[in-house]
Nanobody, 127 residues
Framework: QLRLVESGGGLVQPGGSLRLSCAASGATLDYYAMGWLRQAPGKEREGVSCISASGGNTNYADSVKGRFTITRDNAKNTVYLQMNNLKPEDTAVYYC????????????????????WGQGTQVTVSS
């Protein structure tokens, strides 16, 4: 059973940066595509970014392109989301998710199906 634990959230001023981490245990991430999703109060959950199992394919929501970067370190069984130039509208609970597939094209799907989810970490962007 794959377990995902997010960390790195917090309060940051507009224009600031945070790096979220998603540490996996119980299985290797080598065969999982990974995603970051977020949910703001009163809004539906939305996909933020996706990275294929090999790392060869990534995708980003239009709202974060050029500001966020997803990476993975399979040796550490960890996925990261570097968030720069944060805006108040980035405020949300951020979730890490895993899909058991090595198909790179999964990240071209605007709504990939994820098999496992973390508990989430709060990101608040405010002055």
């Amino acid at each position: 059973q794959l377990r995902l634990v997010e960390s790195g959230g917090g309060l940051v001023q507009p224009g600031g940066s945070l790096r979220l981490s998603c540490a996996a245990s119980g299985a290797t991430l080598d065969y999982y595509a990974m995603g970051w999703l977020r949910q703001a109060p009163g809004k539906e959950r939305e996909g933020v970014s996706c990275i294929s199992a090999s790392g060869g394919n990534t995708n980003y929501a239009d709202s974060v392109k050029g500001r966020f970067t997803i990476t993975r370190d399979n040796a550490k069984n960890t996925v990261y989301l570097q968030m720069n130039n944060l805006k108040p509208e980035d405020t949300a609970v951020y979730y890490c998710a895993a899909a058991w597939t090595t198909v790179q094209a999964i990240c071209d799907d605007p709504h990939p199906f994820y098999d496992y989810w973390g508990q989430g970490t709060q990101v608040t962007v405010s002055s």
